[in-house]
Nanobody, 113 residues
């Protein structure tokens, strides 16, 4: 009954932006570390961003300066803002609560070449 649901993916031209959402049900996000991962075909799953609380965030070097993670505890939602998207950002994006081994189903982001 506890689940994470990602949304906000889609097809975006290079240089465009998307904001992904990860909404939790059956649990309260606040106080939990939440991570965003992505996996492209033929590639290892990659940690993209992490948020430990409302002000402590980290993003991978590959997306630094373009992506940002945030959370709105009132909405029980974690976001991944993606700017200046590139074709190499194409992947399925997952949110994860590592200390509960909890994963969403993923949302597809496609940036054509």
């Amino acid at each position: 009954q506890v689940q994470l649901v990602e949304s906000g993916g889609g097809l975006v031209q290079p240089g465009g932006s998307l904001r992904l959402s990860c909404a939790a049900s059956g649990m309260i996000f606040s106080g939990w570390t939440v991570r965003w991962y992505r996996q492209a075909p033929g590639k290892e799953r990659e940690l993209v961003a992490s948020i430990a609380n409302g002000i402590t965030t980290n993003v991978a070097d590959s997306v630094k300066g373009r992506f940002a993670v945030s959370r709105d505890n009132a909405k029980n939602t974690v976001y991944l803002q993606m700017n200046n998207l590139k074709p190499e950002d194409t992947a399925v994006y997952f949110c994860n609560v590592p200390n509960r081994a909890l994963w969403g189903q993923g949302t597809q982001v496609t940036v054509p070449s």
